[in-house]
């Protein structure tokens, strides 16, 4: 139970996008970065938890390096696409990544449930966050590509909010840090007035 609980708090999948979950698997960017990719295993238990795999995979080290790259890409990309730049060494990795076909989802008739046959389930993945990438940065998602404002944090989100007023990764983990701060403040000049 105690590995179950560990497992569901490694990754973060709140960014509102594939693609930028798997950038988020740096966090804090902008301060201290911290790889949680870099754990042992974690690049297959990453694809798992974003649903990928219906088990962990076994990754080779190339793979997991690719996966690594694509992240880097996307996150390059991603922050480029917001001020309208599409830096041409990150976006050949990730054309690259979504050259590979998708899967071929077959449905099972007795369970009703669907699995995804593929000849190369990694570079299906692969293809598939690329892929996730390419849509987000050139469709009308991209005006709504926001970084969290916490100045440690910094993580990509899709603010998909209807008034597009999402100012952090989380409320949870950025917005009551930063709502704690502005109050500390706040406290600071009263008690200075
Ligand atoms: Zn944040």
Redesign the pocket.
């Known amino acids: 139970m105690e590995g179950t609980r560990y497992l569901d708090s490694e990754f973060r999948f709140n960014s509102g996008r594939l693609s930028l979950d798997l950038a988020a698997t740096v966090r804090r960017r902008a301060s201290t970065p911290i790889d949680v990719l870099g754990n042992p295993n974690a690049c297959g238990r990453w694809l798992k938890a974003a649903g990928l795999f219906s088990d962990v995979p076994e990754l080779s080290a190339e793979n997991e390096e690719a996966l690594i790259r694509l992240r880097e890409a996307i996150w390059k990309l991603v922050t480029g696409a917001m001020e309208t730049r599409y830096p041409e060494d990150a976006t050949a990795v990730v054309n690259a990544a979504a050259r590979f076909p998708l899967g071929t989802p077959q449905l099972q008739s007795r369970s009703g449930t669907v699995s995804v046959v593929s000849d190369d389930p990694f570079a299906t993945a692969m293809s598939t966050i690329a892929r996730d990438a390419i849509e987000l940065v050139s469709g009308s998602l991209r005006l709504r590509l926001k970084t969290?404002d916490?100045p440690d944090?910094r993580?990509l989100f899709v603010d998909t909010s209807p008034s597009g007023q999402r100012r952090?990764?989380?409320m949870q983990?950025?917005g009551s840090r930063a709502k704690g701060h502005a109050f500390r403040q706040r406290h600071e000049l009263s008690v200075r007035a």
């Open positions: 969290c916490q944090c993580m952090w990764c989380s983990r950025c």
